[in-house]
């Protein structure tokens, strides 16, 4: 692997250094809306959004392996009616017993947001994809999207997705508080279909994505809550025997937002421990803050600021090893992106790390939200560029 500049920045001690490299992804020119997970055994599963010449689009993915190269590229599915969005986008995982399992966005009527979130099952290793209905079943032409996928404890796929059957319209009107609430909702999938459906929030933030982490026999689920008065404010609910506790707020940062801000947060979990990565602009300042659990999610302690200031973008994500806690966002200064990582001891109490890792071509909302994972004790990244109007993927490496 070829090591480039990358606008590498090294720090002075006590921050150590570290090396940026280039990872070539194989997605083609023109992809776009990179999702990033680890399958069991290890191997980085890179997804991707491939236009067709017939003006529809493809879900396209490669595995990379340990000490590999990337592994031929195969496709999950492809449609004509595809919702394609720059924050809401597919994601696909591998479950421990092999199955590959992917969401897409599929149009359900008229309305510029009025869409569904189907899933799509492998059990043969990729060779065969079978579509599924989608994962809710009340039929309405509104907004069902920001999904986040995970091993169900006991076997099985676990989704959850925001649903806005009670919006009324698909317009993304009750982004600005108009309309009824935005939902969050959870199900279970096996090979034999839907399992199971749950209600869990009846009001949450309208457009952010939402994201999951296995805890130890359970499963916490992070996404930005909707209370009275336009708060919205960071919320983990846990799913422990069996069935989901009620939700927790994870810093009372009170930020009265009066129009969802399309950033959610990113959660990660080691044995009993979780860390939750978030952008708010409470008190006037965007910043990017970073909470620690030592109950499994029950509760958080007071949150480390990461960064703060006008130039914040977030789009944040958060990956957790044994060396620490890394963290990666967007920021925006002088009309010109920059992707950074940070890398924090498990208490918080100490930054090891902070790299700018790359300059972005693009700026605004055409380069989306990177993708973090970290294997043998590095960071792994990828991410959307837009260069002469047109999408491309990049990705990059960073080991300590």
């Not at 803050?289 to 302690?301: E, N, Y």
């Not at 958060?318 to 010109?336: F, L």
């Not at 001891?345 to 380069?367: I, S």
């Not at 989306?368 to 043998?376: A, E, K, S, T, Y």
Request: proline content about 6%; glycine content about 12%.
């Amino acid at each position: 692997m070829k090591t480039v500049p990358f606008a590498l920045l090294l720090l002075a001690l006590p921050l150590q250094a570290a090396t940026v490299s280039e990872w070539a992804l194989p997605a083609p020119p023109e992809s776009a809306q990179p999702n990033l997970s680890l399958a069991p055994g290890g191997d980085l599963v890179l997804s991707w959004i491939e236009r067709r010449d017939d003006g529809g689009h493809r879900l396209a993915y490669s595995r990379y392996p340990r000490g590999g190269d990337w592994q031929p590229t195969q496709v999950a599915a492809q449609g004509k009616d595809w919702f394609v969005n720059w924050a809401d986008f597919p994601a696909l995982q591998v479950l421990e017993d092999g199955s590959l399992w992917a969401h897409v966005l599929v149009k359900n009527g008229d309305a510029p947001y009025a869409y569904d979130v189907r899933l799509q099952a492998s059990h043969d290793g990729g060779k065969t994809w079978r579509e599924m209905p989608a994962v809710h079943d009340d039929g309405t032409p509104t907004e069902h999207g920001f999904a986040t996928l995970w091993p169900q404890p006991g076997g099985g796929l676990g989704i959850a997705w925001l649903d806005g059957r009670h919006t009324g319209g698909g317009g993304h009107g009750d982004h600005a508080g108009h309309g009824g609430a935005m939902t969050l909702r959870t199900a279970v999938f096996t090979a034999q279909g839907k399992q199971a459906e749950t209600e869990l929030d009846t009001s949450t933030c309208d457009c952010c994505q939402t994201d999951s982490a296995r805890s130890g026999d359970g499963v916490l689920l992070a996404y930005r809550d909707r209370a009275e008065g336009e708060i919205r404010d960071i919320a983990v609910a846990r799913f422990e025997d069996g069935r989901w506790q009620a939700p927790v707020t994870v810093h009372d940062d009170r930020w009265m937002m009066p129009a969802c801000p399309v950033n959610g947060p990113a959660i990660a979990a080691r044995g009993d421990q979780a860390w939750v990565a978030w952008y708010t602009a409470a008190g006037g300042t965007p910043s990017l803050r970073l909470a620690r659990s030592d109950t499994g999610g029950r509760s958080f302690q007071a949150p480390t600021i990461v960064a703060r200031g006008d130039s914040l973008q977030g789009r944040v994500d958060v990956a957790v090893d044994a060396s620490g806690v890394w963290t990666a966002w967007i920021e925006e200064r002088g009309g010109r992106q920059s992707l950074w990582l940070t890398r924090h001891g498990p208490d918080l109490a100490a930054e090891h790390l902070r790299l700018k890792v790359a300059d972005l071509a693009g700026r605004g909302r055409g380069t989306g939200f990177p993708r973090l994972q970290l294997r043998g004790g590095e960071a792994w990244l990828a991410w959307t560029e837009i260069v002469d109007g047109k999408p491309r993927l990049r990705g990059a490496r960073v080991a300590p």
